[in-house]
C-alpha cells in the first residue's frame, strides 16, 4: 500500500496545531508548510519549532510520521500593505466590513505556495485551519473558497489537489475538544503553553488558555472558546 502523504499548513497558531494533530492521526506522512509574510509579531513563527519538537518528543505515535518542515519566505502582503498585521496600527472594523486584521488574498497565496510545495515532494492533500464559524469573516476562510481553489490549483497544476478544513464548521470551544480527542490533555497543555494566537503576539502575559494580550479578538475569541470547552468537559 502507497504512503499517505500530508502538508499542513502550520503557522504556530492553535488552529494550525491542532489541524496538525488531526493530519496525524490520519497520515502516515505528515510535512509542514508555514510562511514568513512580514507579520508585526514573530512569536507565530517562534513558536513552529517548540511545537514541532515537543510533538516529536511527547507524542511517540506521531514522531515517526513528523516530515520536514519547510519555512517560506513571502514578501507580498507587507509589499502590498494595510492591515494591522504587517503595519503597526490599531486593530479595528474596516468600511468593507471586515476587521483590518484582513490580510487580502493571504490564504489563497498560502494555499497556491502550499500546492506548488506539494507538487514538487509529491503531496497532494494539503490540510488548513481555515473556519467560516469564527467571528471575523475572513472570505478567504469560506468553504467555498477553499473548495473553489482546490479546484483552480488542480487544473493549474494538472494534477489533483484536496484542501482537508478540518475547523471548517466547529467553533473554538470544538476546536480545543478537538484537540483533546486527538492527543488528550498533553495536546491540550502543549497549545496552551506554546501556541501563539494573540495579534500582539504576547508571550508575557499567562492566563489558564495561555499566553496573549488578553484584549485583542484573537485572545478574546480564545479565551472565551477556552473557557466554554472547559464548562462542556466537566462531569
Ligand atoms: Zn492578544
Redesign the pocket.
Known amino acids: 500500500m502507497t504512503k499517505t502523504q500530508a502538508l499542513v499548513l502550520f503557522s504556530g497558531g492553535q488552529d494550525s496545531t491542532v489541524c496538525l494533530g488531526w493530519a496525524l492521526a490520519r497520515f502516515d506522512h505528515v510535512e509542514t508548510i508555514g510562511f514568513d509574510y512580514g507579520q508585526r509579531h514573530a512569536a507565530e513563527l517562534a513558536a513552529r519549532p517548540r511545537l514541532l519538537s515537543a510533538i516529536k518528543a511527547g507524542f511517540p505515535r506521531w514522531s515517526a510520521k513528523l516530515g520536514q518542515d519547510h519555512l517560506i519566505p513571502l514578501s507580498a502582503p507587507r509589499a502590498i500593505g494595510g492591515s494591522a498585521l504587517t503595519e503597526s496600527m490599531a486593530i479595528e472594523m474596516g468600511r468593507d466590513g471586515l476587521p483590518n486584521t484582513f490580510v487580502p488574498g493571504r490564504n489563497l497565496m498560502f494555499l497556491t505556495a502550499a500546492a506548488a510545495l506539494g507538487y514538487r515532494r509529491g503531496i497532494a492533500d494539503l490540510v488548513g485551519g481555515m473556519c467560516e464559524t469564527d467571528f471575523s469573516g475572513y472570505p478567504d476562510c469560506r468553504n467555498d473558497t477553499v473548495q473553489a481553489m482546490a479546484k483552480a490549483l488542480s487544473l493549474g497544476l494538472a494534477r489533483e489537489v484536496r484542501i482537508h478544513t478540518p475547523l471548517m464548521s466547529i467553533d473554538k470551544a470544538a476546536t480545543w475538544a478537538l484537540a483533546r480527542d486527538l492527543g488528550g490533555t498533553a495536546l491540550v497543555d502543549l497549545i496552551v503553553e506554546e501556541s501563539v494566537t ?3 503576539g ?1 508571550r508575557t502575559r499567562r492566563h489558564d488558555w495561555g499566553y ?5 479578538p ?2 478574546d475569541l480564545r479565551a472565551k472558546g477556552f473557557a466554554a470547552y472547559r464548562i462542556a468537559a466537566q462531569p
Not at 212 to 216: E, F, K, L, N
Open positions: 494573540c495579534y500582539e504576547d496573549g494580550c488578553g484584549v485583542c484573537a485572545c
